[in-house]
């Protein structure tokens, strides 16, 4: 499955974003599907991840109730809305495919997206 991010940008501290991340392929709905970041100068990490339908959903501990990550199967798009934005969220955001909810969370992706900058300023 091929992955394409969209959304970033320049935002101010404490506006909202959309990102969005469009499939290629037909397997979309049979994968699992996340974010990740990565900051200048950091390892990359994970964020959230949701299930093949939707109905599974899981946070780093350090986004929870600042992002929400949602699937839309007949658009094959996954989405992470993130409010509340701070400098700290500067980074280059990824979405990536994976088996599983638990797997994505362990780092096991089976696809990639190129990313997407945001940029937060203070």
């Known amino acids: 499955v091929q992955l394409q991010a969209s959304g970033g940008g320049l935002v101010q501290a404490g506006g909202s974003l959309r990102l969005s991340c469009t499939a290629s392929?037909?397997?979309?709905?049979?994968?699992?599907m996340g974010w990740f970041r990565q900051a200048p100068g950091k390892e990359r990490e994970f964020l959230s991840t949701?299930?093949?339908?939707?109905?599974?959903?899981h946070y780093a501990d350090s986004v929870k109730g600042r992002f929400t990550i949602s699937r839309d199967i007949a658009k094959n798009t996954v989405y992470l809305q993130i409010y509340s934005l701070k400098p700290e969220d500067t980074a280059v955001y990824y979405c990536?495919?994976?088996?599983?909810?638990?797997?994505?969370?362990?780092?096991?992706?089976?696809?990639w997206g190129q990313g997407t900058l945001v940029t937060v300023s203070s």
């Open positions: 949701v299930s093949w339908n939707g109905v599974i959903t």
């Open positions: 392929g037909h397997t979309f709905s049979s994968y699992a």
């Open positions: 990536a495919a994976g088996n599983s909810v638990d797997q994505l969370r362990a780092g096991g992706v089976v696809s």
